[in-house]
């Protein structure tokens, strides 16, 4: 099928149409200045016109490739606390079968981590993996999006089980501001609210 004008211009990159634009006029008006010199002066006009438009563009082109370039370290972060889950398999795994058993009162789950030291070192690598989250995504470091879809249920399954045993570790050691980044990122999440905006998350 024969290829119109309009649609090869418009095969084209938005920049590269808007380079191409500028060079055309550009060139145009260079042409002018030399084929009716009696009109230098407002030619010289179109000129700084035409170059100040390439320096707004230059402007905004730069801003729309740096917001881009950051989206993309952000959802590279966010791939890399998800990739983070593989190493604590054997982690996850234990403490998952632990919430799961049934006629296990969360006391007695409680009881059952502050009793066993590599038990408990497998629960907190797990909780502070969630803190590390929720504190990457209020410093705006990684993409909340990506981090939902991929960590929601991991986060709300581990939060919610583990509740009892979060509220014992505060009493132990009289702080209610232990693993409060892990509270705010569930709740948050839980309400289908991001923690970054307060927008709602799908």
């Not at 090869?8 to 002018?32: D, E, H, M, N, Q």
């Not at 939902?148 to 089980?161: C, I, L, P, Q, R």
């Amino acid at each position: 099928m024969p290829i119109s004008p309009q649609n090869l211009f418009g095969a084209f990159p938005v920049k590269l149409r808007y380079i191409a634009c500028l060079v055309v006029a550009s060139l145009a008006v260079t042409a002018a200045y030399v084929v009716y010199p009696n009109l230098h002066e407002e030619l010289k006009f179109f000129l700084s016109v035409i170059g100040g438009a390439a320096v707004i563009f230059g402007c905004y082109y730069n801003a729309i490739t740096l917001r881009q370039t950051l989206q993309d370290r952000r959802k590279e972060h966010a791939f890399a606390l998800i990739n983070a889950q593989s190493d604590m398999a054997d982690a996850r795994k234990i403490v998952g079968e632990l919430i799961r058993q049934p006629n296990v009162s969360p006391a007695d789950l409680t009881r059952n981590i502050c009793s066993d030291i590599k038990l408990r070192a497998y629960v907190d690598t797990i909780l502070c993996h969630i803190e590390n989250i929720s504190i990457a995504i209020q410093n705006h470091y990684v993409d909340e999006q990506v981090l939902h879809s991929a960590a929601g249920t991991f986060v709300s399954f581990y939060s919610e089980g583990l509740t009892d045993y979060i509220d014992e570790v505060r009493k132990m050691y009289k702080s209610d501001t232990i693993y409060c980044e892990l509270k705010e990122l569930a709740a948050a999440w839980k309400a289908k609210r991001s923690l970054a905006t307060g927008q709602r998350l799908d």
